[in-house]
């Protein structure tokens, strides 16, 4: 039975809802999540799951079980006009940034299951063919009428709405929220194919042509099996509705000598880039394709929707459990906006680079760049700067609201540095990190006046010190010596303090209105 009074509604059951789901379930905060589809989806644009997004999956045991579902390809190759340019071999490279130095292809029908399941041993079921018929709020909640499929209309309150529900989003929709952007004339196809040739090894591989025919190759396996994305340098916006694979089979493709022996789907569909006036109404959110659209390039959709899900979740969840003021969900809206701007930018620089017919996008794509990426793959520096910047290890909060000090090369709003062993058993450091709680980290000694205010301020279940000891490593990453880094629940560096003092971070605590304390089981958490 669903639960009949949530304190979050959430609209939409592809992957941003479903980690929302589970990140609010796993902090103990109840969630009823509804989709409008009959069923789990069976199609699968999104493929790629990055680093960061593994690194979030540790807090709930799920990285393994996606790595076990899917496959993690270890190189990546760059082509110009039917010819490899350049190779990047991740494993051996890139281990000191964090234990999934790879991308993980795992198909979104795929990934959607393993997170359905895991929600529903944690209690929760989504329910289908249930659809968000309307909604009102107020002060004290959210007031929603649900529509089953014979029409039955129910209604249910909750104390927050998240709309998950993709790009032609009800609830951004219902809320008038400017949805600013614009289509691209191209269109992609995709194709998953059973097929032989240099590209069909295992590795990523992506070809950019004069002719502005572009194509990334994702394996599906270690070799033989591949999924295919791709545009066409003539393809007319009338022809996306009759395009067949034959049409497409002699281009690029066969540039690249792709032999296709079978192909099992083949689909087009238009291209987007768009990003919501505002990710909050109240008590209302957006998250994911709710709120920002974007080209595939990059592989950064799903994972940014993921990234808004675990962002929001501790938030509500502090608020709801009256551990912070209601202005805490302000900083969703700041930090991640900010991040699906410029990600939508980005994006959209990176695809008019390889679909223009202008000349200056040309000569980038066919002399520029076939020069810099295999020089670039001979510089550890500039390998491991772009990985970080595909993978989502570079993305941080800086100018958030909840973001100050500076200790070594680490500020407040950065993702906390990995380091492989950070202790003496070999843990890496982590593992302390599944517990979704507030930590401070000090790698080196601990000043005795911290340990001491970290025992008497707050109950170890919500705030904790751990102390690692200090490592060539620590300092490669940029961590200070003794300083003291004050983490949030969802695994980023909130303030760094050089020094340790712990009356800075008891500052930046009361500042933001963040306080831990033992609350008896008939206290109610209420939103200040």
């Known amino acids: 039975m669903p ?7 959430i609209c939409g059951a592809g992957p941003t809802g479903l980690v ?17 589809r009959s069923k789990p989806g069976r199609t699968s644009r ?3 799951v990055q680093a960061r997004t593994l690194e979030l999956y540790r807090q709930l045991d799920l990285a393994e079980a996606a790595l076990k579902h899917g496959y993690a390809a270890p190189g990546f190759n760059f082509w110009a006009n039917g010819r490899r340019r350049g190779h990047i071999a991740f494993k051996g490279r890139l281990e000191e940034l964090t234990a999934y130095p790879y991308v993980l292809i795992l198909p979104q029908d795929r990934h959607e299951r393993l997170l359905a399941d895991r929600l529903a041993e944690l209690g929760v079921k989504v329910e289908y063919a249930t659809e968000l018929a309307g909604f009102e709020q107020n002060a004290a909640g959210v007031r929603t009428v649900l529509r089953n499929a014979e029409g039955i209309e129910h209604t249910c309150s909750a104390k927050y709405l998240a709309g998950c529900d993709g790009a032609h989003s009800s609830v951004r929709k219902s809320l008038g929220i400017d949805f600013a952007g614009g289509t691209y004339s191209r269109f992609f196809y995709v ?28 394996p599906l396996a270690a070799a033989g099996k591949a999924r295919l994305v791709g545009t066409l340098a003539n393809d007319r916006p009338g022809r996306i509705d009759t395009l067949t694979f034959d049409d497409i089979n002699g281009h690029a493709i066969g540039k690249l000598k792709i032999a296709v022996r079978k192909v099992d789907g083949f689909s087009t569909y238009k291209v987007h880039h ?3 006036e505002r990710f909050r109404e109240g008590r209302v959110f957006l998250l994911g394709d709710a709120g920002h659209i974007h080209s595939p390039a990059g592989g950064q959709g799903m994972n940014t929707g993921i990234g808004d899900a675990i962002n929001l979740a501790w938030k509500l969840a502090a608020v709801l459990r009256g551990q912070a003021n209601e202005k805490l969900l302000d900083s969703y809206d700041t930090e991640r906006l900010a991040f ?6 980005t994006t959209d620089r990176v695809f008019t680079l390889a679909t223009s017919d202008k000349r200056p996008a040309r000569i980038m794509r066919t002399r ?16 491991r700067f772009n990985f970080r910047i595909l993978s989502q290890l570079a993305l941080h909060y800086r100018s958030g609201p909840l973001a100050e000090g500076t200790a070594g090369r680490i500020r407040g709003g950065d993702r906390l540095p990995w380091i492989a062993r950070a202790e003496a058993d070999g843990i890496d450091n982590f593992v302390s990190l599944c517990d979704m709680r507030w930590q401070v980290h000090v790698y080196g000694d601990v000043r005795p006046e911290l340990a001491a205010w970290c025992a008497e301020y707050a109950d170890p279940n919500d705030l904790v010190l751990r102390r690692f000891d200090w490592s060539d490593a620590c300092g490669r990453a940029g961590l200070a010596r003794h300083a003291a880094y004050l983490i949030r629940p969802d695994m980023y560096v909130a303030l760094a303090v050089p020094g340790g003092d712990p009356k800075a971070i008891e500052r930046f605590l009361r500042e933001h209105s963040i306080t831990f304390r033992r609350m008896t089981p008939s206290e109610e958490p209420v939103s200040k």
């Open 3 to 9: 639960t009949s009074d949530p304190k979050v509604l």
């Open 20 to 36: 929302l789901a589970l990140w609010l379930t796993k902090q103990q905060i109840p969630v009823r999540i509804i989709d409008k």
């Open 46 to 48: 999104a493929l790629a």
């Open 191 to 218: 194709a998953d194919v059973e097929a032989e040739g240099p590209p069909m090894d295992g590795d990523v591989h992506i070809n950019l042509d004069r002719t502005s025919d572009f194509l990334a190759v994702f």
């Open 274 to 276: 768009r990003v919501a």
């Open 340 to 345: 699906a701007r410029k990600l939508v930018a």
């Open 368 to 383: 520029v760049v076939p020069v810099a990426v295999p020089l670039a793959a001979r510089l550890p520096a500039a390998l």
